[in-house]
C-alpha cells in the first residue's frame, strides 16, 4: 500500500499504515472540516495523484541510481554527452512524460533524428554555458583556473558547474585537472553516439525512456 503524511507530505510504501509517519514521527494532526478542526491520523492512504506521483519519483530513483554504473562503461565522448542531454530535458508536467519516452525512444531508434537533434541540444547547452558565465562576469567572480575538486557554488550556474564535471576530452590532453571549456563540448563526436552507441549508453537511453513512461 502507498500512504501520504498530511504534516510532512511524504508519501511512501508499507504492508500496513503505521502508526507514525517514518519521516517526520507525527502520529497526529489537526485537519480543518468546513469550521471544525478535529484531530485525525497523520498518515492515510494515498490519492491516485499522489500514488502517480510516488511510482514516477521511484522509477526515477531507479534511473538515477544506474547512473554511475552506466556512465562508468561509456566512452568520454558519450559520458560527457550523457550529462548534457539529461541535463537539457527534464519535463515536470506529469502529462508531458509519455510523450517525451517517445521522444527519446525515437532518438535511440533513428540514427538520423538522434543526429539532428543533438545538435540542436549542443547550441542550447552552449547558450545556458555563455549565460552562466555573463551572469558570472555581471557578479564579479572570475573562474576556477584549474578543474575544482569538488562541487563549486551555485553562483556558477547549472550549465557551468556540469561542464566542470566532464571527463578529460580525449582531444585535449593534459593534467586530470584541466579545465573544460567550449571546445570540450564542441568536441563531443555526436553522429558517433547517434550512430554508434556503446551498449552502455544504449542502456542509458532504455532505462531513461523507461523513467518517464
Known amino acids: 500500500m502507498i500512504y501520504t503524511c498530511d504534516n510532512c507530505n511524504s508519501t511512501f510504501a508499507a504492508d500496513m499504515r503505521p502508526y507514525s509517519c517514518p519521516d517526520c514521527g507525527k502520529?497526529?494532526?489537526?485537519?480543518?472540516?468546513?469550521?471544525?478542526i478535529k484531530l485525525m491520523d497523520a498518515v492515510?492512504?494515498?490519492?491516485?495523484?499522489?500514488?502517480?506521483?510516488?511510482?514516477?519519483?521511484?522509477?526515477?530513483?531507479?534511473f538515477e541510481d544506474s547512473?554511475?554504473?552506466l556512465r562508468d562503461r561509456m566512452t568520454v565522448d558519450e559520458y560527457?554527452?550523457?550529462?548534457?542531454i539529461h541535463f537539457e530535458h527534464q519535463p515536470d508536467d506529469l502529462n508531458v512524460r509519455p510523450l517525451f519516452a517517445e521522444y527519446i525512444a525515437s532518438l535511440r531508434l533513428d540514427p538520423d533524428r538522434a543526429a539532428e537533434h543533438y545538435r540542436t541540444i549542443r547550441r542550447m547547452f552552449t547558450k545556458h554555458l555563455n549565460d552562466?558565465?555573463?551572469?558570472?562576469?555581471?557578479?564579479?567572480?572570475?573562474?576556477?583556473?584549474?578543474?575544482?575538486?569538488?562541487?563549486?557554488?551555485?553562483?556558477?550556474?547549472?550549465?557551468?558547474?556540469?561542464l566542470y564535471r566532464f571527463k578529460d576530452d580525449r582531444n585535449n590532453p593534459g593534467s586530470p585537472a584541466a579545465l573544460p571549456n567550449l571546445g570540450s563540448?564542441?568536441?563531443?563526436?555526436?553522429?558517433?553516439?547517434a550512430r554508434e552507441p556503446s551498449a552502455a549508453y544504449t542502456q542509458f537511453m532504455m532505462d531513461w525512456e523507461e523513467s518517464f513512461s
Open 67 to 69: 547512473l554511475p554504473a
Open 44 to 62: 492515510r492512504p494515498a490519492t491516485k495523484e499522489e500514488i502517480s506521483m510516488y511510482e514516477v519519483a521511484q522509477k526515477e530513483l531507479k
Open 132 to 162: 552562466d558565465r555573463a551572469a558570472l562576469k555581471a557578479a564579479g567572480v572570475s573562474e576556477p583556473v584549474s578543474k575544482p575538486e569538488g562541487d563549486l557554488p551555485d553562483i556558477f550556474g547549472p550549465a557551468l558547474r556540469l
Open 27 to 36: 502520529e497526529f494532526i489537526n485537519r480543518r472540516f468546513d469550521r471544525k
Open 80 to 84: 560527457n554527452w550523457s550529462m548534457i
Open 185 to 193: 563540448v564542441r568536441r563531443i563526436n555526436l553522429e558517433k553516439i
